[in-house]
């Protein structure tokens, strides 16, 4: 089966800029997430989707983070306006959970890389 | 937001050697997971552990799920130039599909 698909690989811009990230997750995953990856850490959840709904948010700095998955398929991360300690790597993942049984988790894409200058 | 606590932080060893790494948390955890994440690549997918106790394998690793829920434990025998990575470990908890992932360990084989 295809992967998660992510673009673009890589963007750099300027502080105060306003970048988009785009996820196209494995076909039938109701599931989706986007993490952020500061260099050195492991991924920290940013925001979930079930289906076109918001699950968890908690994590997302809503001031100048969004996120959208308007038709429960494709997804799109927007930082505005950017800050430098967002430079990272924004991964998209999905996955098939149904409640809370067995699952073998997710599947992750080979993430966006963010620069801010 | 929380991390769970890996160590060691990083590894060097000699290829053919053995590898132990670990994992814990403060929080109590249903299911854990190990992942290796390779440069310019997303975390991929290396063993589940759904029970405590369960000890489970996939080639050369072997991974268990600690009593306590609060922790786990990775290893990886006979290691090969192939092996570098960082290894992330992952946790989730009750009904909540979200991973808390570990901080990693960084490993590299020299031959």
């Known amino acids: 089966e295809a992967g998660v698909a992510q673009s673009p690989r890589y963007k750099i811009i300027e502080k105060r800029q306003s970048v988009a990230f785009w996820c196209n997750p494995i076909?039938?995953?109701?599931?989706l997430y986007w993490y952020q990856q500061i260099l050195g850490q492991g991924p920290k959840l940013l925001i979930q989707?079930?289906?076109?709904?918001?699950?968890?948010d908690s994590q997302l700095p809503k001031d100048r983070f969004s996120a959208e998955r308007l038709k429960g398929v494709d997804s799109t991360l927007k930082i505005q306006p950017a800050k430098l300690e967002d430079s990272a790597v924004y991964l998209c993942a999905s996955s098939s959970l149904v409640g809370t049984g067995q699952s073998s988790g997710y599947t992750f894409g080979s993430g966006t890389r963010l620069t801010v200058v | 937001g929380q991390q769970l606590n890996q160590s060691p932080q990083s590894m060097f060893i000699q290829e053919g050697e053995d590898v132990s790494m670990n994992c814990t948390s403060s929080s109590i955890f249903n299911t854990w997971l190990w992942y290796k994440q390779d440069p310019g690549e997303g975390p991929v997918l290396l063993i589940a552990l759904y029970k405590a106790g369960e000890l489970t394998s996939n080639g050369r690793l072997t991974a268990q799920f600690g009593i306590t829920r609060k922790d786990s434990f990775l290893n990886i025998s006979a290691s090969i130039p192939s092996d570098v990575g960082i290894y992330f470990c992952?946790?989730?908890?009750?009904?909540?599909?979200?991973?808390?992932f570990g901080t990693g360990t960084r490993l590299q084989v020299t031959l």
């Open positions: 989707f079930q289906n076109n709904g918001v699950v968890d």
């Open positions: 992952a946790g989730r908890g009750g009904t909540a599909s979200k991973l808390t």
């Open positions: 076909s039938g995953h109701a599931t």
